[in-house]
C-alpha cells in the first residue's frame, strides 16, 4: 500500500512565524506536490516537484517556498506566516505517466493567529 | 472558462437511488481522467478512473467518458448514507508531468 505521510494534523503558528510543513512517501514516487483546500476555492495547487532538487511552480505559489533534498520527501515553507494561509494542506506523491493517480497525505490543518 | 468543471451542489438523493456526477474538461488532448472522493476534515481518495472512451464499471460505481464532448461522469448505484461526500473530477492534462486539475468538487448528499 502507498503511504504519504504528513509531519502534523493540526498546527497552530503566530503570524510572522516561520513554518515547515512535511510530507514522506515510501513508493519511489518521482513526483510530489503541495496544495491547499478552502472551502469554496477547491483543491489549487502550490508546488510540485518531478525529481530530486527539481520543483515548479503551481497555481498559488506566493509566500510559499519548497524542498526536495531526497525522493521520498517534499517540504513546504511558509518563510513568514500570514493569517490569510490559515488552511488545510494536502500532499501527494505519483508516477510519472499518464495514467497514474495521485495518492494524497492526511492533510495538515494549520492555523495562524 | 475553468479547465475542469463541476456543479457544485450539494445534489441530494435519497437512499437507492442513482447519483450522477458530472464533470466538463477545457484541454481536448487530457489523456486520463480520475475521480477521487472526500469524506469531510478527510483527504481525497480514489475511486475510480478512466482514460478511453465509454463506459469502466467497479462494484456500484459507472466512469463514463465522451472525449468528443469533453465530459465524464461518474454514477453511483444504489446510493447509500456512506456515499455522502464530495467527489471531485481530476483531468491529466496533454503533458506528461503528473500534474492533475481538479474540479472544485460535488457534494452529494443520500437521505435515508
Known amino acids: 500500500d502507498v503511504k504519504v505521510t504528513q509531519s502534523s494534523r493540526y498546527l497552530v503558528k503566530r503570524t510572522g512565524e516561520k513554518v515547515f510543513l512535511e510530507c514522506v512517501q515510501d513508493?519511489?514516487?518521482?513526483?510530489m506536490f503541495w496544495y491547499r483546500q478552502d472551502p469554496g476555492l477547491g483543491l489549487r495547487l502550490i508546488y510540485f516537484s518531478y525529481d530530486v532538487k527539481m520543483k515548479e511552480k503551481g497555481d498559488i505559489p506566493e509566500g510559499y517556498s519548497v524542498s526536495r533534498e531526497k525522493k521520498e520527501r517534499f517540504s513546504l515553507i511558509l518563510e513568514s506566516a500570514s493569517t490569510n494561509q490559515t488552511s488545510m494542506y494536502l500532499c501527494?506523491?505519483?508516477?510519472?505517466?499518464?495514467?497514474?493517480?495521485?495518492?494524497f497525505g492526511p492533510g495538515t490543518r494549520l492555523t495562524v493567529t | 472558462q475553468k479547465e475542469v468543471e463541476q456543479n457544485s451542489g450539494p445534489l441530494s438523493v435519497p437512499e437507492g437511488a442513482i447519483a450522477s456526477l458530472n464533470c466538463t474538461y477545457s484541454?481536448?488532448?487530457?489523456?486520463?481522467f480520475f475521480w477521487y472522493r472526500q469524506y469531510s476534515g478527510k483527504s481525497p481518495e480514489l475511486i475510480m478512473f478512466?482514460?478511453?472512451?465509454g463506459d469502466k464499471e467497479d462494484g456500484r460505481f459507472t466512469a463514463q467518458l465522451n472525449k468528443a464532448s469533453q465530459y465524464v461522469s461518474l454514477l453511483i448505484r444504489d446510493s447509500q448514507p456512506s456515499d455522502s461526500a464530495t467527489y471531485l473530477c481530476?483531468?491529466?492534462?496533454?503533458?506528461?508531468?503528473?500534474?492533475?486539475?481538479f474540479g472544485q468538487g460535488t457534494t452529494l448528499q443520500v437521505k435515508p
Open positions: 481530476a483531468v491529466r492534462g496533454s503533458s506528461n508531468t503528473g500534474k492533475l486539475i
Open positions: 484541454d481536448r488532448g487530457s489523456q486520463s
Open positions: 501527494a506523491s505519483s508516477l510519472t505517466g499518464g495514467f497514474y493517480e495521485q495518492y
Open positions: 513508493m519511489d514516487h518521482e513526483n
Open positions: 478512466i482514460y478511453s472512451n
